[in-house]
């Protein structure tokens, strides 16, 4: 069956392109919950097919209805009862409403543009879940972002303003350069400006160094946000610390890319694939981001160009101090200083994405 023609479409009413792209919102919003829960724990996206996470049950199509399911067995599993959580129903509506600002924003401009903006709305939904929730942006948002962002760029240069395929693609690449070099750059200049930062930590608390990240109380950190230089030191005073082979007792512990030092002992880090520790406090290399901020950025800048990058960097930052305060005010000081920076950036990129005609306009004085 051939598909229907621009003009066909065009020639529906406009609103019931809304109704459409709100329940299409709400559908994606579903798998959204399942990219939000599996990706950071490196599971597969596509299967096992959706299942109770606490007794496994597989969900039949009939109970997997976005929003409906929820609300009508009250955020309980079917099965055995287990509670599930409040975000799922979130994710499904926030995505269907989403998408319908996106059609209502941009569907007069035809189909190709809110359908563009649609996937990188949900793009930012699913790093902003997972950023707040584990600390991290995975790779399949910020590094398959830049790749989807410069084809569609290329395929619909009219969301650069452009009219040829090349132009779509100069201002994806330059939008990615753009926005990786700058937050790279602050990256590096916070390295040097706020060198080391110590936490304190419950009294004798398990931290554990696997072979791509340290496990603190607080949540995983990965060595890739710890380590940009060989001189990034882990610095801490062990109760004790086991590895593989061996236990120690009251053990200084320095860490860097290149050496680890226990006691008087060195090692290559290379071969210690598993080390845990009792401690009450560490120094870690501290940074004004992480990579996966630079990578963020970098997408952003891929499907907006370079001035969304630009605007998305100082408002992400105001918006970032004024969490802070707030935080502080509240007596929530301890809660500022583990906030991920991902989720500002992603609200001032869809300020600017919603906004961009008037404050280019306000920028430029007419």
Known sequence: ?????????????????????????????????????????????????????????????????????????RGKCANCAAPISAR????????????????????????PSPIIYCVLLAGFIVATFIDFEHFIIPDEITIGGIAVGVVLSGLFPEIHYGEKAADGLKAAALGAV???????????????????????????????FTENELLLPTGPVTYEELFYRKSDTVAFRAARLEMVDRCYWDAEVRLSPAKLRVGNDEFDPATVHHMEAVTSSLSLP???????????????????????????????????????????????????????????????????????????AWLSGR
């Open 1 to 73: 069956m051939p598909a229907p023609e621009p003009s066909t479409l065009a020639a529906v009413p406009f609103h019931f392109w809304s109704f459409t792209f709100f329940v299409f919102g709400c559908i994606v919003g579903s798998f959204l919950n399942v990219c939000i829960h599996r990706m950071p724990l490196g599971q597969s996206i596509v299967s096992p097919p959706s299942h109770c996470p606490h007794c496994q049950y597989q969900i039949p199509g009939y109970l997997n209805i976005p929003l409906v399911t929820w609300l009508w067995l």
């Open 88 to 111: 799922y129903f979130a994710v499904e509506l926030l995505t269907g409403l989403t998408f319908l600002a996106c059609w209502l924003r941009f569907g007069e401009k035809g189909f």
């Open 178 to 208: 753009v926005g990786a070099g700058l937050v790279y750059g602050i990256l590096r200049l916070g390295k040097l400006l706020f060198g080391q930062h110590r936490i304190e930590l419950p009294e004798n608390s398990v931290i554990t």
């Open 286 to 360: 501290r940074e004004a981001m992480g990579f996966g901020d630079v990578k963020f950025m970098a997408a952003i800048g891929a499907f907006l160009g370079w001035p969304a990058v630009l605007f998305s960097l100082m408002v992400s930052a105001f918006i970032g101090s004024v969490v802070g305060v707030t935080l502080i005010v509240c007596k929530r000081r301890e809660w500022s200083s583990r906030l991920p920076y991902g989720p500002y950036i992603a609200l001032a990129a869809v300020i600017w994405l919603f906004g961009r005609g008037n404050i280019v």
